[in-house]
């Protein structure tokens, strides 16, 4: 079993920044790819950005220019640093961990969510 530990979500003025954290930890071969999501009140859960085993990323149109994910492979750790934040990023960030159980087998992991808001 593999579980996820989010943090650093919150309250910000618009303009601000914050940085969230996601550590994975339990039954962890390998990691195949890492990333957030997010879900406002009413709409669907969508991508915020990801990044793989490869460092290779992939953002959101909304997001581009104003996120920067990584991830610290020694520790299982994937971070989202937010720039720029704007009331309309306001929503749920969910963590999303894919594990690698073995050739062509994959297994995919939610954290619990960290509620940013943003204020204006």
């Known amino acids: 079993q593999v579980q996820l530990v989010e943090s650093g979500g919150g309250l910000v003025l618009a303009g601000g920044s914050l940085r969230l954290s996601c550590a994975a930890s339990?039954?962890?071969?390998?990691?195949?790819?890492m990333g957030w999501y997010r879900q406002a009140p009413g709409k669907q859960r969508d991508l915020v950005a990801r990044i793989t085993s490869g460092d290779e990323t992939d953002y959101a149109d909304a997001v581009k220019g104003r996120c920067t994910i990584s991830r610290d492979k020694a520790k299982n750790v994937v971070y989202l640093q937010m720039n720029m934040l704007k009331p309309e990023d306001t929503a749920v960030y969910y963590c999303?961990?894919?594990?690698?159980?073995?050739?062509?087998?994959?297994?995919?992991?939610w954290g619990q969510g960290t509620q940013v808001t943003v204020s204006s």
């Open positions: 339990g039954s962890i071969s390998g990691i195949s790819t």
């Open positions: 999303n961990v894919v594990v690698v159980l073995g050739v062509s087998r994959r297994a995919t992991y």
